[in-house]
């Protein structure tokens, strides 16, 4: 789980409540279905018409990725790769045939394929780099869902507000019920612009990045499938292949450095196999 989007939620929804109740309003004057209705249901009415049906699904299943990101493991890609090199090295790109069988990421399989089926490097990175770009652009449409309900819930609640203030004034013959009446309908713009500011742009630009770095892993698998279609000599294909880490994890040493050609344990298996 993502420590910093938890905190952030929580700490952005507590301080709103503690700042009004330093005001001296009341909590419970914030709980207001009306105003709730109208701005989560228009707001998500206004995506539906906005986004093609694929694009909404898998924009709510992306969702879950601002709490639960997918897993960063070019670190241990990098190590299986260069361990892979090693094998065709040694015995040539047919002996990929079973580690490709075993691949449970699609995208890898599809390059091992291509690669034991001997297509050139320079179409290897053509189809794959084809397929990046179709997936970057649909997850980023995917992601920009919650940027339009960004832009859409604060408009939305303003109309929540303005209807509140509708039904106010055609109780004018009570003044005692005025003032919590316009409170009651300003609550509709605090969802929407909470709403907009406090969860759904976040989210937008979270999964933004998210975005980005599930691409930076493609990238750097499709260049580890060129490199192991030319047979890339193993220190250039690693130096290369690490410029796709993060700082931090460039900087660490390979497990299998100083042991020369030896491959690690779990490429040696493979290669047994």
């Given amino acids: 789980m993502d420590i910093l989007t938890l905190i952030g939620l929580i700490g952005g929804v507590t301080c709103v409540i503690v700042s009004m109740m330093m005001d001296g309003g009341s909590i419970l004057s914030l709980l207001q279905l009306p105003a709730f209705i109208i701005v989560v249901g228009g707001t998500f009415a206004a995506i539906l018409v906005q986004t093609p049906t694929p694009i909404f699904f898998r924009g709510m299943k992306m969702a879950l990725w601002v709490l639960f990101p997918p897993k960063d493991d070019r670190a241990q890609l990098l190590q299986d790769v260069v361990g892979w090199l090693r094998i065709v090295r040694r015995q040539f790109v047919l002996a990929l045939d079973p580690i490709a069988e075993e691949q449970t990421d699609p995208f890898i399989r599809q390059g091992l394929r291509m690669v034991v089926d001997g297509?050139?490097?320079?179409?290897?990175?053509?189809?794959?780099?084809?397929?990046?770009?179709?997936?970057?652009?649909?997850?980023?449409?995917?992601?920009?869902?919650?940027?339009?309900?960004?832009?859409?819930?604060?408009?939305?609640?303003?109309?929540?507000?303005?209807?509140?203030?509708?039904?106010?004034?055609?109780?004018?013959?009570?003044?005692?019920?005025?003032?919590?009446?316009?409170?009651?309908?300003?609550?509709?713009?605090?969802?929407?612009?909470?709403?907009?500011?406090?969860?759904?742009?976040?989210?937008?630009?979270?999964?933004?990045?998210?975005?980005?770095?599930?691409?930076?892993?493609?990238?750097?698998?499709?260049?580890?499938?060129?490199?192991?279609?030319?047979?890339?000599?193993?220190?250039?294909?690693?130096?290369?292949?690490?410029?796709?880490?993060?700082a931090h994890e460039a900087a660490r040493p390979s497990e299998g450095e100083g042991e020369g050609e030896g491959a690690p344990a779990g490429a040696q298996t493979a290669a047994a196999a």
């Fill in 119 to 246: 297509i050139e490097a320079a179409q290897i990175r053509t189809m794959l780099e084809a397929n990046i770009t179709t997936q970057e652009h649909e997850e980023m449409l995917a992601a920009e869902i919650y940027e339009g309900m960004g832009g859409y819930a604060p408009t939305v609640g303003i109309l929540g507000a303005v209807l509140g203030l509708i039904t106010v004034m055609s109780h004018l013959q009570d003044p005692s019920k005025l003032g919590s009446g316009i409170a009651t309908a300003f609550v509709a713009t605090v969802y929407g612009v909470g709403a907009a500011n406090l969860l759904c742009l976040p989210m937008a630009n979270k999964l933004k990045v998210l975005v980005r770095h599930r691409m930076r892993r493609l990238e750097m698998i499709t260049e580890a499938m060129v490199g192991l279609a030319i047979m890339e000599p193993p220190m250039q294909f690693e130096m290369r292949l690490r410029g796709f880490l993060d």
